[in-house]
T-cell receptor, first 114, second 113 residues
Framework: DQQVKQNSPSLSVQEGRISILNCDYT??????FLWYKKYPAEGPTFLIS?????DKNEDGRFTVFLNKSAKHLSLHIVPSQPGDSAVYFC?????????????FGTGTRLTVIP | DSGVTQTPKHLITATGQRVTLRCSPR?????VYWYQQSLDQGLQFLIQ???????AKGNILERFSAQQFPDLHSELNLSSLELGDSALYFC????????????FGPGTRLTVT
């Protein structure tokens, strides 16, 4: 049962434009959401997170938006750069669920075209 | 560099064999998590240890086991290996028990032939 879903396996964007990566979740008990970036042959790297008490969190070129009613979050990258080309994983956590782990989506491969 | 180290980077072995993957967490982190990533799949949580004690179990097979030692490094033991066990195995660490930001190692790629 995939509780965190990333329905777009891949996304291509021109350099300088906005990249929008989407993520849906099914468990309303999740209260913390994270985005990780992964380059080939490396482990995932933490990028940005958001608590369920917020609807937006910004860090430089990266902004995460959370829509709790729709159980949807998105990662915006503006402007996109070729170095942003990687696989992006959405993850969710919920101490209230009693689970002590992160639930990951299957990832979206972002390609930024110079 | 996340500060989490994993050895070996690559492992090739035959079906039926047993292997041990090793992980050293970031300095100061007490929790270690193990994840499996099969081809085109997300990361599947296997097991968590906190300060030497098992804290949470995910989709870990009975053929797999793990432990965390007093120096906080952890080992994941995979036995009676099958072709389907071929995957990337990641270790992650965090300071406390609540799995907010976790820091991942580079992974061990296991190939079972």
């Amino acid at each position: 049962d995939q509780q965190v879903k990333q329905n777009s396996p891949s996304l291509s964007v021109q350099e300088g434009r906005i990249s929008i990566l989407n993520c849906d979740y099914t468990n309303s008990m999740f209260d913390y959401f994270l985005w990780y970036k992964k380059y080939p042959a490396e482990g995932p790297t933490f990028l940005i997170s958001i608590s369920s008490i917020k609807d937006k969190n910004e860090d430089g070129r990266f902004t995460v938006f959370l829509n709790k009613s729709a159980k949807h979050l998105s990662l915006h990258i503006v402007p996109s750069q070729p170095g942003d080309s990687a696989v992006y994983f959405c993850a969710a956590s919920g101490a209230r669920t009693g689970a002590n782990n992160l639930f990951f989506g299957t990832g979206t491969r972002l390609t930024v075209i110079p | 560099d996340s500060g989490v180290t994993q050895t070996p980077k690559h492992l090739i072995t035959a079906t039926g064999q047993r292997v041990t993957l090793r992980c050293s967490p970031r300095s100061g982190d007490l929790s270690v998590y193990w994840y499996q990533q099969s081809l085109d799949q997300g990361l599947q949580f296997l097991i968590q240890y906190y300060n030497g004690e098992e804290r949470a179990k995910g989709n870990i097979l009975e053929r797999f086991s793990a432990q965390q030692f007093p120096d906080l490094h952890s080992e994941l033991n995979l036995s009676s290996l099958e072709l389907g066990d071929s995957a990337l195995y990641f270790c992650a660490s965090s300071l406390g028990t609540v799995p907010y930001e976790q820091y991942f190692g580079p992974g061990t790629r296991l190939t079972v032939t």
